[in-house]
């Protein structure tokens, strides 16, 4: 929170935010909080933006267990990114709420969303911002669950309503029998 909160260099107020999901459990009681790592910037023809500007990055990888499973976090931009996504260990779902800019969302949003999904044998649930803004962005929306074989379960292309689907633990323990790719990876020196 710009102004709110102690810079631990000089102990000033810091002038950037932290661009943050949080988790709640039942009780409303929160027990997580992932601060964006990955800050957005575009120059593409009359669009430009530059989040490092006012947005302070994270630095810690989140992963909540829940009782839906294990609970990996991402925010918008950090979804291209694979390498993040692979660092959340034994994730079963990823929460990704997003805004990302209509003319990036047109090509790229469902694609990336889909990708994290098959390549992490993971349920993807993501929120998306969409529709035309005060300052003239227009953001894409396309909110959608994706299931660990990339198959969209639901979605809302626009507007405000809700996206619902099942999460099955034994269709996902099924599909990581069946191809064992998470088992799989290797690392060599390039």
Known sequence: MAGGRLDPAGGQYADKVLNSCLVFDEQGKRVARYDK?????????????????????????????SPFGRIGLAVCYDLRFPELFRSMKNVDIIVLPAAFTDTTGKMHWEVLVRARAIENLAYVIAS????????????HGNSMVVDPWGRVLDRLPRGSGVVVADVNP????SLRSSLPALSHRTLHAC
């Open 37 to 65: 790592i990955h800050l957005f910037s575009l120059e593409l023809g009359n669009e430009s933006y530059d989040e490092a500007k006012t947005i302070e990055p994270g630095n810690q990888i989140v992963v909540v267990d």
């Open 128 to 139: 998306a911002q969409g529709g035309y803004h005060v300052n003239g962005r227009e953001t």
């Open 170 to 173: 034994s269709y996902q323990a």
